[in-house]
């Protein structure tokens, strides 16, 4: 029998300086989706999808809750909860800015259809200068939907980084879920990334951005070989989609279109990567880099 699972990921807009408002926006698509589409099982908002890349604003902090970390759990997590639970659907509801200490981040929930906090993910890689003040996360993050496989998550800024999805798979993930807000033009070299991670990982992967004054949608969904099951425009839009998951296993047995069987292949090869045996800041590649800044000017 087929593993499956239905999907939706939901390309919006939030409601620019009003995280609560946002909220109810979020509440009205998740009801909706679960009436005009019972069968879907989880549901994936976009990254920052509550504040709204808060950065993008010129509001004062203080000026509303829009700029406010929270903590995890808290009341925004709790009520996010609390409408995976009414609903009955697995909820992976984008990030937030999450507090704890002295610390900020940029974090990803998912939640199971009782309301349960599952797990969460703290974005890897930020985005400079919009995330400076941010605190990375070092924890990667895979989950299990019962009878249906194993799910991996990173945010954003994250795909670039061919480890991080290359280990979620070590880690057992078939589905990668990437909840993004790309307003640059680097969208365009997005899209080519998530096609590549689905390709080199035989996985699907799940690239859903948000639009709004700044954000530049196209929203993508990835199948194990490759194929581009679908892609949004620059609107607002519900992506849905029935995915099996035996197709991973498929895939990754037999080979890409047939052909490559690219993760065998790796299991059963002998070379120790010196990149990983050494560490990355030791080879002469990473020696001649300039130290980690944000430039001003271009001399």
């Not at 593993?3 to 939706?8: D, E, H, K, S, V």
């Not at 895979?142 to 280990?167: A, Q, S």
């Not at 498929?250 to 080979?255: A, E, L, S």
Request: aromatic share 10%; net charge negative; charged share 20%.
């Amino acid at each position: 029998m087929s593993r499956l699972l239905g999907i939706a990921g939901v390309q919006m807009e939030p409601i620019a300086g009003n995280a609560w408002e946002t909220f109810r926006k979020i509440e009205m698509l998740v009801h909706e989706i679960g009436l005009s589409y019972p069968w879907v099982q989880l549901i994936l908002f976009h990254e920052l999808v509550v504040p709204g890349f808060a950065k993008f604003y010129l509001q004062e902090p203080g000026e509303n809750d829009l700029f406010e970390a929270q903590t995890i759990p808290g009341p925004l997590s709790d009520a996010l909860c609390d409408l995976a639970r009414r609903e009955k659907r697995w909820l992976v509801p984008g990030s937030m800015y999450e507090i704890e200490g002295n610390s900020k981040y940029n974090t990803a929930l998912v939640i199971s259809p009782e309301g349960k906090l599952i797990t969460k993910y703290r974005k890897m890689f930020r985005w400079l200068p919009y995330e400076d003040d941010l605190t990375p996360g070092d924890q990667l993050c895979v989950f299990d939907i019962p009878d249906v496989g194993r799910l991996g998550l990173c945010i954003c800024y994250d795909m670039w980084y061919p480890e991080v999805v290359r280990t979620l798979i070590w880690m057992g993930a078939e589905v990668i879920l990437h909840p993004t807000f790309t307003p640059t033009s680097d969208r365009s070299l997005e899209l080519i990334l998530s096609q590549a991670n689905a390709i080199m990982n035989q996985c699907y992967f799940i690239d859903i951005n948000g639009v709004n004054t700044f954000g530049g949608g196209k929203s993508i969904l990835v199948d194990p070989d490759g194929r581009v099951l679908q892609q949004a425009g620059d609107h607002e839009a519900i992506l849905t989609e029935i995915i099996d998951l035996d197709h991973v296993t498929r895939t990754r047995n037999y080979g890409t279109i047939g052909l490559a069987q690219t993760l065998k292949q790796l299991r059963e090869c002998s070379i120790k990567f010196p990149i990983y045996e050494q560490g990355v800041k030791n080879g002469e590649g990473f020696k001649q880099l300039e130290p980690m800044k944000l430039h001003r000017r271009l001399y």
